[in-house]
């Protein structure tokens, strides 16, 4: 995190554990918050890469499972970048700012992600780097994210994926229960944009975003998740991030096979799992009286109401069933909907 970032979200009340805030004070009623109020929060645990030169974009095509010709400074989009066996090794959000492509992604994958690309550059005129602090990160959301920021700003973005520049601000829509925005600048303008939502806007920690991601459905490549799993089993194909007509990229055979000759065996859902603390990614789940896992977990976030959401790749004989965290006498993990069909 930016050193001057990090003074500043002190200042505003944050509490910084290991390098990234935690909360700002009152954790459990800045969960409670929610999506019944306007917050911002802090997404200084996402990191950066960078690619710019003149074969950025074509380089960037033959690895990402997305068409990035559709990649402008209008429109982000959400892509997966797989292994030869087609098993994704991180989900980015994609933009262009200043001629960079900048692709977000955890910032515990932003070495190892960056380590492969590398290999594969070649004879390519790209220059792939660690973006690192170049540019502050926050979020805002709730029922009048939308009326807060562009009373700030003077402009936002309309549509999901669509992308507005102003006043040194990258401001992006993404999916959710409510209006959500990402925004992305320079610290001295984001330290004043800030400020100017804290007003009418509750700062709050991670875990909330993260709730709010799992109602949007939208999946996540963690450390302990990576390699495990094709772009269906994750529905990133169901929320925009996969393009069956671009033609090759690394993985795109077994993708496109799954997608044009079969069925996947395995899809995302939601779920509520009643347990204290948010399962780690990866995590599995059993049925009753089976001794082999109906899946794992995706990504988890503790529930206002008790409990946690969360999203977990399961096999489709046990979607819409009970079933439990760990072990068959585990916390009892039971079906929500998606805001979309997974299949």
Not at 223 to 241: K, S
Not at 274 to 291: S, V
Request: proline letters at 7%.
């Amino acid at each position: 995190m930016d050193s001057r970032w990090q003074a500043f979200l002190e200042d505003a009340g944050a509490v910084i554990e290991d390098g990234r805030v935690a909360h700002f004070g009152n954790p459990a009623r800045e969960i409670r918050i929610g999506t019944t109020g306007n917050l911002i929060t802090d997404l200084s645990h996402l990191g950066f890469l960078t690619a710019t030169g003149d074969d950025a974009a074509g380089f960037l095509q033959g690895q990402l499972t997305n068409d990035i010709t559709e990649v402008d400074a209008a429109r982000s989009q959400l892509s997966g970048y797989c292994n030869p066996q087609g098993r994704l090794l991180a989900i980015l959000r994609i933009f262009l700012r200043e001629q960079a492509y900048h692709l977000e992604l955890p910032r515990a994958l932003v070495d190892s992600t960056l380590e492969r690309l590398r290999k594969y550059v070649l004879m390519s005129k790209v220059a792939l780097e660690d973006g690192g602090d170049c540019l502050v990160r926050m979020g805002c959301a709730g029922p009048g994210a939308e009326e807060e920021l562009k009373a700030v700003t003077g402009k936002i973005p309309e549509g999901i994926d669509e992308v507005v520049s102003t006043e040194g601000l990258t401001l992006i829509r993404i999916p959710g229960p409510v209006p959500r925005f990402t925004i992305y600048g320079k610290t001295p303008a984001m330290e004043k944009l800030w400020s100017s939502l804290d007003v009418r806007c509750a700062p709050v920690g991670p875990q909330v975003w993260e709730r709010l991601d799992i109602l949007a459905g939208l999946p996540a490549i963690a450390p302990e998740t990576v390699a495990e799993f094709v772009p269906q089993y994750v529905n990133l194909d169901r929320v925009g991030g996969v393009s069956f007509s671009k033609g090759c990229y690394t993985g795109q055979e077994i993708i496109a096979r799954l997608h044009y000759r079969g069925k996947t065996k395995r899809r995302m859902t939601r779920l509520h799992i009643a347990c204290d603390e948010p399962p780690a990614p990866g995590t599995p789940l059993y049925a009753p009286r089976q001794a082999q896992a109906a899946g794992i977990v995706v990504r988890a976030a503790p529930c206002p109401d008790g409990g946690c959401d969360a999203l977990a790749s399961l096999l489709l004989e046990h979607h819409g069933k009970t079933l439990h965290l760990g072990g068959a006498k585990g916390p009892q993990a039971q079906a929500r909907e998606l805001p979309y069909a997974p299949d």
